[in-house]
C-alpha cells in the first residue's frame, strides 16, 4: 500500500505540485472523502492556521476532484477570538521597549475565500486551505499570549504605555537635541577658525609702525635693520672722534704749540685726557643709545610673533574644542541610532505620530 502511494504521489505531483506541502504531511495513507467536510471540520481547519480567528460563518461548493483530494470552492466569514497585536520590528533591541499595537479587536468579523483540499487520514478530515485570502490586518500576538507585566512591553495604543514610551523617549530626545545643538557648535566653531587662521595667515599684513605700514614679517625686521644701521651711521664715534679732533682738539693743540713752540707731552697731557673723557662719555651714550635701539627691535619682534603665534594656537585650540565635540556627537550619534531607527520605523508603521 505504502508503495502504490508513492507511485501515485509521483504521478499526481506532476500534475499537482502546489499541494506538494499537503501531501507530505501525510504520514499514512491518505483515501478520498466521499462526502464534504463538515462546519466542524472546517471551522479546525481555519483555527489552526489562524490563532485566535474562529469561524463564524461558510459557504461551499465542490470544485474538482482528482485520484488523492476533493477541492470545494468555500467563502464565509471568521470572528476574531480576542484582541490582536502587531509587534513592531525590532523593538525591543538595545534595552528599548517592545512596541504592540492593536490591530484587531475582540470579536471583529473578517470576510474569507479559499480552496479546501480534502482527504480523509485514519477516520480523521485533514483539511487544507490552499489559495486563501482572509481579509484582516497581520499580527503577532493574541493578548492572552502577552505578559502585560513585563516592564519593556508597551502597548502604545493605551494611556498608560504612551505615559510610560514618553517617559523612555525623554533621555533619548534630549540626547538628540544635544546632537543639533553640537552640530550649530561646530559650525560656529569651524568658521571662527577658519577667521582665526586667515587673521594670522593676514597680521603682518596689519602691522604698522611709526606711521609706517607693512607686508610681511620680512619687512618689519628691514625697518629695524634701517633703523639701526641709520643711527650707527649718523652717530658713529670714529665719526665723532674725528670731528672732534678736527674741530676741538687740533685747534688747541696748535694754540698750545704756538704758545710753547715745543711737543713735549706733558703740555698736552690735559687736552689729551680731555678728548679722552668725551670720547668715553660719547661711547658710552652711542651704546646705550645703540643697545636701546636693538632691544627695541628685539621686543617689538617678540610682541609681534607672538601676536601671529596666538591665532596659530588659538586655532589649534579650537580645532580641539571641536574634535571634542565630533567625537561627543558620534558618541550620542551611536547611542541614539537605533532609538532613531526604530521611531522611524514606528512612524511609518503607524504605530506612533511622530
Known sequence: MITFFKQAFITQSIKHLKYLPLMLCFLTIPLKSDAAP????VAKAVSQKFKGMQLETLEMEDYFSDPLFDFYN???TVKSTENMYAKLDNSGVNDFPILYKQVIKANELFPFTTVLAVVEN???TLIDLQKSRFIFPYYHNLESEL???QQNLILVDTPDG???LTQIRAPYEKDLTRIEEIKQLILAQEKQRTDTRQQGYDFWSTVEIDGQKFN???QVTSYFVKKINSFKNDNSPVKFRSQYNKEVFKPKEQEIYN???THSKEYYAEIKAQRDAVFDAYKTDYDLKLAALIDERDQKLKQLRDEERSFGETARNMGQDIDALKQ???TLERKTDGYVKLIETAVHKGFIEN
Open 38 to 41: 463538515s462546519q466542524a471540520d
Open 74 to 76: 468555500a467563502a464565509g
Open 122 to 124: 485514519d477516520n480523521e
Open 147 to 149: 505578559d502585560l507585566t
Open 162 to 164: 504612551m505615559a510610560r
Open 216 to 218: 610681511s614679517e620680512k
Open 259 to 261: 704758545r710753547v713752540k
Open 328 to 330: 561627543e556627537k558620534d
